[in-house]
C-alpha cells in the first residue's frame, strides 16, 4: 500500500463546496463528498487494521472483485483497488495527477466529468466547476454574467431582464428612460422627470448643481461657460450677448440693431419673417422691415411709379408720391408743398383743372364736400 | 396755334424729353401735331383738356408709353391697339363720352391704372377679357352708367383702388370680398340696398384705408351701423344676423329703388 490517508485525501481534491449553491447537480455532489467523508472515518479504520495484521488475503479489489497478491502495489481510495482498475469510469483511464470526481458510486477523470455532469457558461461556451449562475435560461460563471450595457458583474447585485437582455439596475433604468424620451441623471441615476442641465456632454437634475458665481442652486434654464455652470442671471451679467428674438446666449456673429443683439438668422422683417443677413432695414415703432414691406405697410410707394420713394415723400388722400411724381393727376402739372388743390376721388387735382370740370360735376362734388364736413370728416 | 405747338414738340425732341404735355391747347386731332410722329422715344403724353374725339390707332407705335392722359376731351371711341402697348401703366380716359372699351383691351399687359371717369360705360360696354387686367391696382370707374357689376371684378387681386362712385349700381357681387389687397373703395352715389356678407373679408377699416359708401339707399339695419360708423357697418355684416337678413332680402327679389342720379347735365351725353 502506498497511497496514505494524508496523500488520498490530498489526491481527492474536488473543488471547494458552498453551502449556498442551489444548483442540484452540486448538491447531489455535497451529499457525495458528505457520504465519502463519513467513509472516511471507517476507512482509516480499515487502514489501521491493515497496518495491523498486514493481512489483505480477503480483500478484494472494489472494481473486479478479484483478490491482490502480496507485493502487488494497491490503491486505498473509498475500498482497494487493483492500480489498473482505479481507472476513470468512463475512459477507462488513470486520472491525471491523481485527481478524480466521484458522483454517484462512480469516480471521473476532470474532463470526463465535466463533459458528463458540468454545465457550459452562456457567455465564453467553457465549463463552468464551482459557483453557477443560473439566469436567462442559462448558465453562467460568476464572472461572465455581465450587465449587456455597462459590463459591471451582475452575480451578486442581481439583474433586470430588458428586451432579452440582462441588465443592471441602473442601465435598465437609463433604457427605460429613454424609451420614454427622458434623460437620465448622470450623477443619481435616475430619470429626469422635469427639465434637465447638459453638463460636459451629459444629462443632470439641475438642482445637484449650484451656480458658480452666486450659489443659487440651479434650474434647467443654467448655462455652462468654461466648463462651469452659471445661473441664468450671472451669466447674463457676463456680457454675453443674448439674442433679442430667441432669449438664447449669441456664440457666433453678432447683430446690433433696435438697441439689442441678435442672432443672424433671428433679426428678421417683422412683416415676412426673412431674415435681413445685412441687407437694408428699416426700423419703426420699435420693429425691423425689410424694404418692401415697410414701404408696403407705411405708404411711402410712389402712386404713379409703383416705386418705394427714396428721398422725400408726398403724402395726401391716404396715398404717397415721390419728389418727380407729385403732380395734379389730371394735367400733370407739377405741385410743392404750398400748391393747393382739390381732392377727386382721392387724387390731387390742381385749381386750373378743377375749374374746367363742368359746372354739374363741380356742385356735385361741393355738396359731397359739405355733407362731409357737416358730419364732421372733414 | 400750331406753331407754338410745333415749338414745343421740337423743344421736347431737342431737350431729348420723353414727355409731353399739350394740356388746354385746342387739339382736335392728335395726328395734326406737328411733328408728333418723330417722337417715338415718348414715354408720357399727357392731352388733357383737349378737343380730341378719337386715338389713333398707330398711338400703338409709340413703344415706351407708359403714361397717356386724355382727360377731358370728346373721344368717343378708343383704338383696339392699345392693349398691344408693351409698357403702358397709367391710362387716363375720364371725362369723355366712351361708350364702350375697344375689343380685347383686357390684353394690356402692364396696366396698372385706368381712369375711365366721367363716361357713359355700363357692364355691356366692357370687353370680354376686360377683368384679365389681374396687374391693375386702381380702377376709376365713377360716374359711370353702371348698373350691376361682373362678378369676375374677383379677379382683379392686385386692386387696391376700386371707384364705382356716383353710378347706378344696384348690388355688388359677392365676390368682390375676394379684393383682399383693396384698401380704397368708392361707392358713394349709388342705389345700393345692401352689401354681399363677403365684403366683411375686406379690410377697409382703419386710418390707412378708405370707404366711402354715402347716398345709397340702404336698408334699416345698414344704415343705423352707417350713423355709428363705418367700423360698425363691418361688424354688422359679418355676424350670422346679417348673413340670414341678407339670403331673406335676396330672395324677396325687391324691385330695385329708382334712379336718382340726373345725368343729362354730364358733358358726356351733351352732343355739341
Known amino acids: 500500500m502506498t497511497t496514505t490517508a494524508g496523500s488520498r485525501r490530498n489526491l481527492f481534491s474536488l473543488q471547494p463546496l458552498d453551502e449556498q449553491t442551489q444548483s442540484p447537480l452540486f448538491q447531489r455532489r455535497r451529499v457525495a463528498v458528505g457520504e465519502e467523508t463519513g467513509h472516511d472515518a471507517h476507512l482509516l479504520q480499515l487502514e489501521e487494521e491493515f497496518s495491523a495484521n498486514m493481512s489483505l488475503g480477503n480483500a478484494v479489489c472494489q472494481r473486479c472483485n478479484d483478490g491482490f497478491k502480496m507485493d502487488e502495489q494497491i490503491v486505498n481510495s473509498n475500498g482497494l483497488w487493483h492500480t489498473y482498475c482505479f481507472v476513470c469510469a468512463q475512459c477507462f483511464q488513470p486520472f491525471p495527477e491523481g485527481r478524480f470526481f466521484e458522483f454517484e458510486g462512480r469516480k471521473y477523470c476532470e474532463h470526463d466529468f465535466c463533459v458528463l455532469f458540468a454545465p457550459s457558461c452562456g457567455k465564453c461556451g467553457e465549463f463552468i466547476s464551482g459557483r453557477v449562475i443560473k439566469a436567462m435560461n442559462a448558465s453562467w460563471h460568476p464572472d461572465c454574467f455581465l450587465c449587456f450595457s455597462c459590463s459591471k458583474s451582475l452575480a451578486d447585485e442581481g439583474f433586470v431582464k430588458n428586451q432579452g437582455r440582462a441588465l443592471c439596475k441602473d442601465c435598465n433604468a437609463m433604457e427605460k428612460a429613454k424609451g420614454l424620451g427622458k434623460y437620465f441623471c448622470f450623477k443619481c441615476h435616475s430619470i429626469i422627470d422635469g427639465g434637465h442641465l447638459k453638463w460636459k456632454g451629459e444629462p443632470y437634475h439641475p438642482y445637484h448643481f449650484n451656480c458658480h458665481s452666486c450659489g443659487i442652486e440651479l434650474k434647467e434654464d443654467a448655462r455652462e461657460k468654461d466648463a462651469e455652470l452659471y445661473c441664468l442671471r450671472c451669466h447674463d451679467k457676463m456680457g454675453i450677448p443674448i439674442c433679442g428674438a430667441c432669449r438664447r446666449p449669441i456664440e457666433e456673429r453678432v447683430v446690433h440693431a433696435l438697441g439689442k443683439t441678435w442672432h443672424v438668422e433671428h433679426f428678421v422683417c417683422a412683416k415676412c419673417e426673412k431674415p435681413f443677413l445685412g441687407t437694408r432695414h428699416y426700423e419703426k415703432k420699435g420693429l425691423a422691415y425689410c424694404e418692401i414691406h415697410y414701404h408696403q405697410l407705411f405708404g411711402n410707394i410712389c402712386f404713379v411709379c409703383n416705386n418705394i420713394i427714396n428721398g422725400d415723400v408726398f403724402s395726401a388722400f391716404n396715398k404717397a408720391w415721390c419728389v418727380n411724381h407729385f403732380a395734379c393727376s389730371i394735367c400733370d402739372k407739377k405741385m410743392s408743398q404750398k400748391t393747393k388743390f382739390f381732392e377727386f376721388d382721392q387724387k390731387p387735382v390742381c385749381k386750373y383743372c378743377y375749374d374746367k370740370f363742368p359746372g354739374e360735376l363741380k356742385k356735385r362734388l361741393k355738396k359731397a364736400y359739405d355733407e362731409a364736413v357737416k358730419s364732421g370728416k372733414v | ?272
Open chain 2, 1 to 272: 396755334m400750331a406753331g407754338k405747338l410745333k415749338k414745343i414738340v421740337d423743344d421736347t425732341k431737342e431737350g431729348n424729353s420723353t414727355e409731353l404735355d399739350l394740356v388746354d391747347k385746342g387739339i382736335v386731332n392728335i395726328l395734326e401735331i406737328p411733328g408728333f410722329v418723330n417722337l417715338k422715344n415718348l414715354s408720357k403724353l399727357v392731352l388733357a383738356h383737349n378737343k380730341i374725339t378719337s386715338v389713333p390707332p398707330n398711338i400703338a407705335n409709340f413703344l415706351n408709353l407708359e403714361i397717356i392722359v386724355l382727360f377731358n376731351n370728346a373721344i368717343e371711341e378708343l383704338p383696339t391697339t392699345l392693349s398691344s402697348m408693351p409698357k403702358l401703366k397709367i391710362l387716363n380716359v375720364g371725362m369723355n363720352r366712351l361708350s364702350t372699351l375697344p375689343r380685347g383691351f383686357g390684353a394690356c399687359p402692364m396696366l396698372e391704372v385706368l381712369d375711365v371717369t366721367y363716361n357713359n360705360l355700363n357692364e355691356n360696354s366692357l370687353p370680354a377679357n376686360f377683368f384679365c387686367l389681374d396687374t391693375l391696382r386702381a380702377l376709376y370707374m365713377g360716374d359711370n352708367d353702371f348698373e350691376l357689376l361682373p362678378p369676375e371684378i374677383g379677379r382683379l387681386k392686385n386692386l387696391q383702388i376700386l371707384v364705382l362712385r356716383d353710378n347706378d349700381l344696384i348690388e355688388l357681387p359677392k365676390d368682390i370680398g375676394e379684393l383682399i389687397r383693396l384698401r380704397e373703395l368708392h361707392i358713394q352715389g349709388n342705389r345700393l340696398t345692401v352689401l354681399p356678407p363677403e365684403m366683411g373679408n375686406l379690410d377697409l377699416v382703419g386710418t390707412k384705408q378708405v370707404f366711402k359708401a354715402e347716398n345709397n339707399p340702404w336698408v334699416t339695419p345698414i344704415a343705423d351701423q352707417f350713423q355709428v360708423g363705418v367700423s360698425h357697418v363691418f361688424d354688422y355684416i359679418r355676424s350670422d344676423t346679417y348673413k340670414f337678413l341678407y339670403g331673406r332680402h335676396i330672395a324677396a327679389k325687391a324691385a330695385p329703388p329708382a334712379k336718382t342720379n340726373d345725368k343729362s347735365k354730364k358733358i358726356s351725353r351733351i352732343k355739341k
